[in-house]
């Protein structure tokens, strides 16, 4: 699913998983769109999930609603071209921090691995004797560069993130990113889904104001764990994209994930069950009943 042409719109940039356009004659706002694009072991599958990007964006509007009353976000409109109705946004075009903004209330991936050979995560201490889905004792920040199209996002500790943008914006963005995490981890956590970690990102208006941005809380944007399944010492079910992560790593898909070869089509029944996934973290989050679009 290419970046579908938008009549009245420019597209100017493709990432994984969403596009963005600018609308012509308008240079203060931009539409975000997200594909039904599902990425795993770093690639972006062949086979889209139907629905993904309807469901996450309606799952990122309401985030932003939750957030409202700590912080302003970037969303103007959901008044979008019909060939993307409810799955784009219309948003202020903002000057983006150049950080990605993580906040982590566990400890897995990249900051696990660090862990293991520092002692540490982005340069702050921890105690000794955290595995792998460890809740931390507190959420940490833990900044990363914003990488290019394929490259990996460094982690840089809190001095690049001054050095960077400031030390007012540096500690505006830490304080927003662990508030933001610490709301949505409780609101998730009581409708049992685990949000172990995040990745948000801000931009600032031309008056100066820090603005939440791009997708909030989803599971793209997020590890979204089973909260009766976690288990600390191994790694944790994801759970959106477990289905698809075994079928890949089963001889059943003949895919070599050590290989260059690109992962294979996923049968139709892991779609499906995939798809019902991002359902389900919906209506389990919003309390509100996902209705499919009749196309
Ligand atoms: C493809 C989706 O976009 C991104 O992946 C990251 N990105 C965000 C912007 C942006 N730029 C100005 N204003 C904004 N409100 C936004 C937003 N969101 C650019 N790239």
Not at 205 to 232: H, I, K, M, N, Y
Request: aromatic share 8%; glycine share 8%.
């Amino acid at each position: 699913m290419s970046a579908p042409p938008l009549p009245g719109y420019r597209h100017i940039y493709s990432g994984k998983i969403r596009d963005l356009y600018r609308p012509e004659g308008s240079d203060d706002r931009l539409l975000v769109v997200a594909s039904d694009r599902i990425s795993a072991y770093d690639h972006v599958l062949d086979t889209p999930i139907p629905d993904k990007g309807r469901i996450l964006t309606a799952m990122s509007l309401w985030w932003f609603e939750q957030l409202a009353d700590l912080m302003p976000n970037h969303v103007v409109s959901t008044d979008v071209p019909a060939a993307v109705t409810g799955r784009a946004v219309l948003v202020e075009r903002l000057e983006m921090v150049p950080v990605e903004c993580i906040a982590r209330g566990y400890l897995t991936g990249s900051g696990l691995a660090e862990y293991r050979e520092r002692g540490s995560v982005c340069g702050i201490p921890l105690p000794d004797g955290l595995q792998d889905g460890s809740r931390l004792p507190e959420p940490l920040f833990t900044p990363t560069t914003k990488a290019a199209m394929g490259e990996h996002d460094e982690s840089v500790d809190f001095a690049y993130v001054v050095d960077v943008v400031g030390a007012e914006l540096a500690e505006r963005v830490r304080t927003l990113t662990l508030e933001a995490y610490a709301r949505g981890e409780a609101i998730a956590r009581e409708r049992g889904i685990i949000l172990a970690d995040t990745k948000f990102e801000f931009g600032v208006r031309p008056d100066g104001s820090v603005v939440l941005a791009d997708e909030v809380l989803t599971p793209d944007s997020s590890r979204f764990w089973p909260r009766d399944q976690w288990q600390p010492g191994r790694a944790q079910p994801s759970f959106d994209k477990q289905f698809v992560r075994d079928w890949l790593a089963s001889p059943e898909s003949g895919w070599d994930r050590s290989s260059d070869e690109p992962p294979p089509p996923l049968p139709d029944g892991i779609v499906e069950r995939t798809r019902r996934r991002y359902v389900e973290a919906y209506e389990r989050l919003t309390g509100d009943t996902f209705a499919q679009q009749v196309s």
